[in-house]
């Protein structure tokens, strides 16, 4: 497919929703779309305001990582709320939800969640979620949910992500539209941002969804390794880890790998 061509007014009218995306900016470079929502904070940016970028050159992603993602072929935004602070630890699960009901919608193809922020399809990361917030006290002066989806990426042909990584045109055989996954995305995360925001219980629904639990795994942060057997989580998102020692530890970040 030729790439697929993005827009403020393109997005604009594929959305069907009432706060989320509205309004949307759209920058075909920027350093990263979490400095640019950034930036739109202090000009005193409404709720839901999405920054949209075809190509981050200074893309980030959880711990410290570099996120590298070419320009044309996939999404990459940020969402800028303004939650209570008890709303805040469920940001991700409401992205990792949001992100895996509009993938299974626009694409058929089955996903699942690993703890804490990947949306994967066969075990194959296909997309990430990186939540930086603002707090004073007990107040969020702002929180901005990034989401990065490989959408047409061919990761079979990027040797040192092709066996954990996929996209969704390496999954279906054929190429997806952006705008069509962005407007089933920012829709499903405004429906599970209000049912959240209502007491609603939607981590149940992340955590029928989470391939975590059950297993035996390490868990890394930094310097710090856990080992143990990754029990439950808690209706923050925390992981809550069996140790060897049967302590049972609250684990809110950190790497998931699988002991086999
Ligand atoms: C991860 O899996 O580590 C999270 C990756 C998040 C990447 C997205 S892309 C849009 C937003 N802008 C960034 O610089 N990072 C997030």
New binding site residues.
Partial sequence: MSEELLSVELIREALNTKFIGRPVLYYPTV?????AAKMAVLDGVTEGTVIV?DH?T??????G?E?V?PPGSNL???IILYPKLEHLPRLTLVACLAIARSIEEVTFLETSIKWP??VQIGGR?V????VESDVTGDKVNSAIV???VNVNLDTGAIPEIADIATSLERELGVPVPRLAILAALLGEFEKVYKDMRKGEPVQLEWKQRLTTLGQKVTVRCGDVVRKGVAEDVDDDGNLLLRLPNKKLEVISAGDVTLKG
Avoid: C, E, P
Wanted: aromatic residues 6%; hydrophobic residues 35%.
């Fill in positions: 350093s990263s779309t979490m400095d970028a981050q200074a893309g980030r992603g959880r711990l990582r996120w993602s990459t935004f940020s922020n990947d990361k997309s990430g979620v990186l990034g989401i990065a």
